[in-house]
């Protein structure tokens, strides 16, 4: 990705407590005058068929998945993290790419997922060859027309344009964060989803091709083009909208990047505020719901990053990223330099977001 600006656990002893604890912090959070969700009335209405209590139990089912640890591992998921840098540099068509995408497809297979490989080719401005690239789909309740879309970049950097010495550019570069921290958390959350009381169709994404870049100037100066991954993916689905208006369609999309950085910062990135504002409400909202306190509530860079492909094809994106990231695009950007923290935030948030949609 680049920049237009240049570049707790809560664990409760039993359901007394978890009711007395939800009806504390609902008071609290109303008094307070402290933002919250505003999920819109489809979130608590009773369904045809509901008890009274329908909705709050909804609700204890929520606060049970999402406040208690048991749910998301976020030191599990940080040793997904270093399970994927062991595989060495990922970048695009490489043996450690292929090595990760058999590692996905396996995981994934083994909680239920269909996984699919979509195959294309890729040619980048500075390279005399073309690269396959592939672009991994692990979906559940694939039968359900109305889905949500979680993805994140997958690849790493072939280079580490952002060290300040260029002899260092083309030592082998690892992408903890910002490459194998989105991966991580996907591989954490796919324990889950079995579990989870979702009401709609869930699609995870890996994409291919978002750091493919040698050349990294501006794509306008001559520079590599990116996003080759998500620019197929979302050119794929718009085909398939037109030759099938009534088929399956993404009503939201989460696109996490650089998220399992030490003291994560996750501002509202602007073209997420600009094209997808009620989202934005919402995945915030949610965070401050929750205590997450990661998530700043207030607008900061925009990034050019996999999202806006979502956006050209009508798909409401968010992007969750941390840009403050101190080695981003660093030979540094290792696990070492990685925590749970981030994880563990933005793992119960999607939770959360995933439970609500409708």
Known sequence: MTSTSQHRHIRLAGLGILVVAIAAVGIWLTSSGRPVATPGPEDDRAKPGDSIAAPLARRLLEASFVMTGRFFQAERALQYLREICALGPRVSGSPGMKKQQELLRKHFERYGAMVEFQRFEARQRSRKEAVEMVNVLARWHPERPRRLLLCTHYDTRPIADQEPDERLWTKPFLGANDGASGVALMMELAQTLPRLPVQVGVDFVCFDGEEYVFDPRPSDWGGDRYFFGSEHFAQHYAKQRRQTPHGPVYV???????????????????????????????????????????????????????????????????????????????????????????????????????????
């Open 252 to 358: 939201e999309a989460v696109l996490v990047d650089m998220i399992a950085g030490k003291n994560p910062r996750f501002y509202i990135e602007q073209y997420s505020l600009a094209q997808a504002g009620p989202l934005v409400e919402k995945i915030w909202s949610y965070a401050a719901l929750l205590d997450c306190r990661a998530f700043v509530p207030q607008a900061k860079h925009a990034v050019l990053d996999d999202h806006l492909e979502l956006l050209k094809v009508g798909i409401p994106a968010v992007d969750i990223i941390d840009f403050d990231y101190p080695h981003w695009h660093r030979l540094s950007d290792t696990p070492e330099n990685c925590s749970a923290d981030g994880l563990d935030q933005v793992g119960r948030v999607v939770l959360l977001w995933l439970m609500r949609a409708r």
